[in-house]
């Protein structure tokens, strides 16, 4: 299992952006594809996007392509999620993961490692 915090949310205008950020430590990183999901109060926990090991493969969620994009630094042991044109709907908690194997996961199942949630509110 790998350690994993998340920073940078906040509360944003719609059509403004915000960049989450999710710290790993523990060992190698670099060998863990890796997650973003999200929560909303009352719902169940969605799929955001995923970067597999070296970033050769990415995968996002129909409901955030072509606004959200998933990025990581293995140097830095860090994965981000840039989002822009933010909705209200985007409101919930965003949780990082680590995968088991070093593919692009777009299911729970596959993942093994859970952050502590960063708060993303947007209002119109």
């Known amino acids: 299992q790998v350690p994993l915090v998340e920073s940078g949310g906040g509360l944003v205008q719609a059509g403004e952006s915000l960049r989450l950020a999710c710290a790993a430590s523990g060992w190698r990183f670099d060998l863990f594809g890796m997650g973003w999901f999200r929560q909303a109060p009352g719902k169940e926990r969605q799929f955001v996007a995923s970067?597999?090991?070296?970033?050769?493969?990415?995968a996002y969620a129909e409901l955030v392509k072509d606004r959200f994009t998933i990025s990581r630094d293995n140097a830095q042991n860090t994965v981000y999620l840039q989002m822009n044109s933010l909705k209200p709907e985007d409101t919930a908690a965003y949780y990082c993961?680590?995968?088991?194997?070093?593919?692009?996961?777009?299911?729970?199942?596959?993942?093994?490692?859970w952050g502590q949630g960063t708060q993303v509110t947007v209002f119109s």
């Open positions: 970067i597999s090991r070296r970033s050769s493969n990415k």
């Open positions: 993961a680590a995968a088991t194997t070093g593919g692009a996961h777009t299911r729970e199942s596959d993942y093994d490692s």
